[in-house]
C-alpha cells in the first residue's frame, strides 16, 4: 500500500488521538538529560519541536534550529531496542511448594506500543533482531509478545547526521518498509506540513481518523528530494563487501592501533540498536522458598563474557575489540544471513576515544581509497 496525503502541523495532535483511543501506548523522541532520547510521550507538546542534534566522533550536542521541525534531528543516544528488548527483564521465577519445585515463566506485557518517529535504520535494526529472536531454532517469547503487538510511525531523515552511514549499509536514509505509517516532513511547502504515505490496514485505518488532504505531486516530488539530499549529503560510509571479509584479516596490525585506544568501556554495544549479548543473574530469597532469574544487557567487551571454566577467552582489549568488530560486520551474516549494523552511527558518536569504525574497517581492509572514490562520485 503506498496511498499518499498530507497532514498539517496544525493537525498533528490528531495522530496522537487516534492512536490513544485504539489503546497504543506512544514511544519517541523527547528532550530529557541534553539529549533526544526515546519515552512515552502524551501529546504532540512532548517532540522536540525546534531542536537538531550535532554528531561527530565522540561529540554529541543539541543546538536549536531556525524553523519548528518536530523530527528535525537524527539519532540520540537510544534506540528502541530497549522497548521490545529491556535491558533487565525477569524471565522466570520458581517457587519450592510441597510437591517439588515449581518454575513460572514471567508473563508477557500485553501493552501496545506505537514508535513515533522510528527512523529507516531503526526499523532496519528491529528486522535484525526479528531475525535473531523469531526466526531461528528458538523464538524469544517476551520479544515476539512485544513485537506482535508494535505500531510503526516512521520519520524519513531530512538531513544527515555527522555520524550517519546509512545510505552505504542499505538501511536508509529512506524508509521503505516495515512501517504502518511513513512521514516526511515538509518544511519548504506553503506551510508546515508531512507528507505520510501508509504501509498496512493498521495505516489505513489510522488515517480515517486524521484530517487528512489529497497529497499532490508536488508533494511527492519534494519528499523524494528531502530523501535524495540527505543521502548525498552523509559523510560517512563503509564498503560492506570489503567489511564482510573481516574475519579473514584477524591478524592485521590495526588492530593493536585500535587497542591502544580502546577503552573495553562497552558504551558501542550499549548504544547499538542491534546488539543483542546478555548474561543472567539468579536471585533467591533468605528462606530459599522462591528463586528468579533476570536477563541483562551484556557486553562482548567484558572480561566475564567469554568467560569458561579455565576463565576467559577474550583478555586482551585487542581480541574483544575485534570480536565485535568482526561480528558485527562479517560473521553476523554467517550466523544470520544478514549484517548486524545499520550505519546509524551511535558506536563513532558515544565512543569516548573517538573510535570510527567506518575508517577503522576501511584502514583493515584496505577499502579507504575505495571509499573516497565512491564520495567524490556523489
Known amino acids: 500500500m503506498r496511498n499518499s496525503f498530507i497532514l498539517n502541523r496544525a493537525d498533528f495532535n490528531a495522530l496522537f488521538t487516534a492512536l490513544h483511543t485504539r489503546g497504543y501506548t506512544i514511544i519517541g523522541p523527547a528532550i530529557n538529560n541534553g539529549a533526544i532520547v526515546y519515552e512515552e510521550l502524551q501529546s504532540v507538546d512532548d517532540l522536540p519541536a525546534g531542536w537538531t542534534d550535532q554528531q561527530d566522533a565522540g561529540t554529541y550536542t543539541l543546538k536549536k534550529r531556525q524553523d519548528n521541525a518536530l523530527f528535525g534531528y537524527n539519532v ?3 534506540s528502541f531496542k530497549q522497548f521490545l528488548f529491556p535491558p533487565k527483564q525477569r524471565v522466570w521465577t520458581a517457587r519450592r511448594t510441597t510437591d517439588g519445585a515449581v518454575i513460572e515463566p514471567e508473563p508477557a506485557e500485553t501493552t501496545k506500543l506505537a514508535l513515533l ?7 532496519a535494526a528491529i528486522a535484525t533482531q526479528d531475525v535473531v529472536f523469531l526466526k531461528g531454532a528458538y523464538t524469544e517469547r517476551i520479544y515476539q509478545t512485544k513485537r506482535s503487538e508494535l505500531c510503526v510511525i516512521a520519520v524519513n531523515c531530512g538531513q544527515a547526521g555527522g555520524a550517519c552511514f546509512c545510505a552505504s549499509t542499505g538501511s536508509g536514509p529512506e524508509v521503505i518498509q516495515g512501517y504502518d505509517l511513513c512521514l516526511t516532513e515538509l518544511l519548504d511547502a506553503p506551510q508546515h506540513q508531512f507528507y505520510i504515505t501508509t504501509g498496512t490496514d493498521l495505516g489505513e485505518q489510522l488515517l480515517a481518523d486524521l484530517p487528512m488532504h489529497p497529497a499532490a505531486a508536488r508533494h511527492a516530488k519534494l519528499a523524494a528530494e528531502i530523501v535524495a539530499h540527505t543521502a548525498d549529503s552523509m559523510q560517512r560510509s563503509i564498503n560492506p563487501a570489503a567489511a564482510a571479509n573481516l574475519s579473514n584479516l584477524a591478524e592485521h596490525p590495526q588492530w593493536e592501533d585500535i587497542a591502544l585506544r580502546c577503552l573495553t568501556c562497552s558504551n558501542c554495544t550499549m548504544v547499538c540498536p542491534t546488539c543483542f549479548c ?6 533467591t530469597d533468605l528462606a530459599g522458598a522462591q528463586t528468579e532469574r533476570i536477563r541483562l544487557w551484556d557486553s562482548c567487551f567484558t572480561t566475564s563474557h567469554s568467560h569458561t571454566a579455565g576463565g576467559s577467552v577474550r ?8 570480536q565485535w568488530l568482526t561480528h558485527k560486520f562479517a560473521s553476523w551474516q554467517d550466523q544470520f544471513g544478514v549484517s548486524g549494523c545499520v550505519g546509524c552511527g551511535r558506536c563513532i558518536t558515544w565512543c569516548p576515544a573517538k573510535i570510527d569504525v567506518t575508517a577503522e574497517i576501511a584502514a583493515i581492509t584496505g577499502s579507504a581509497a575505495e571509499n573516497a572514490a565512491q564520495s567524490e562520485a556523489k
Open 117 to 123: 518517529g522510528a527512523r529507516a535504520c531503526d526499523i
Open 315 to 322: 583478555v586482551s582489549g585487542k581480541s574483544r575489540y575485534r
Open 278 to 283: 546478555v548474561s543472567f543473574e539468579d536471585h
Open 76 to 78: 540520540g543516544p537510544q
